[in-house]
């Protein structure tokens, strides 16, 4: 990557000053560090804890594996693998500004953040389209709840769903990745997860970057 590319903020709000990708290690100190380190530390234990609890709840007690609950157990998993994937890796570069499992770790995790956020805002509709017909078709409802391989069905399509919207884009789209496979010395974070896509273009052997952000 060459090296006269100049460093990203965190956020787009950020992004006026020149120099804030090489603030963020002046940022914290290491009482701050450690402060962040163990907020973060608790919040993956709490996302992993709460929602493997309602897995374990699915598995044991087969009187919930209603059709309505198979969107909730979807959820769940959604975000168990938040809290047990996606945030652990993004801890370290939030404390150190750097990102130093190379591009292609970058591109999977990409990939696999943008997948699960965006199924668990999917699953979260799927589950409001439920209880709208629980309450519009309630005698209908009712008599469908035993049919889990709809429910399956629904499911699925979330994750399909989900990967269609971002996960070609961040694989076949190099630009994207870019960010984070330089070396050491290079502190460009990773597009910021959820809220929107970032598209980044550089020229290799020019100084005109071009960011936009598409917010939904």
Known sequence: ?????????LNAS???GKGAGDQ??????ATWTISLAVLMALLIVATVAGNALVLLAFVVD??????????LLNLAISDFLVGAFCIPLYVPYVLTGRWALGKSFC??????????CTSSVFNIVLISYDRFLSV???????????NTKQAVLKMVMVWVLAFLLYGPA???????CSCC???????????????????LWQRREGTSIALERLNY
Not at 24 to 29: D, E, I, K, P, Q
Not at 108 to 116: K, N, Q, T
Not at 170 to 176: D, F, G, Q, R
């Open 1 to 9: 990557m060459d090296s006269s590319l100049q460093d990203w903020p």
């Open 14 to 16: 950020a992004a006026e």
């Open 24 to 29: 963020l290690l002046g940022r914290f100190g």
């Open 62 to 71: 087969s009187s919930l594996r209603t059709q309505n609950n198979y969107f």
């Open 107 to 116: 591109k999977l995790w990409l990939v696999i953040d943008y997948l699960l």
């Open 136 to 146: 519009t078709r309630a005698v209908t409802y009712r008599a469908q709840q035993g």
């Open 170 to 176: 961040i694989i076949t789209a190099e630009e994207l």
């Open 181 to 199: 496979g330089g070396g050491e010395s290079e502190r460009h974070p990773p597009p910021f997860p959820a809220s929107a896509l970032c598209l």
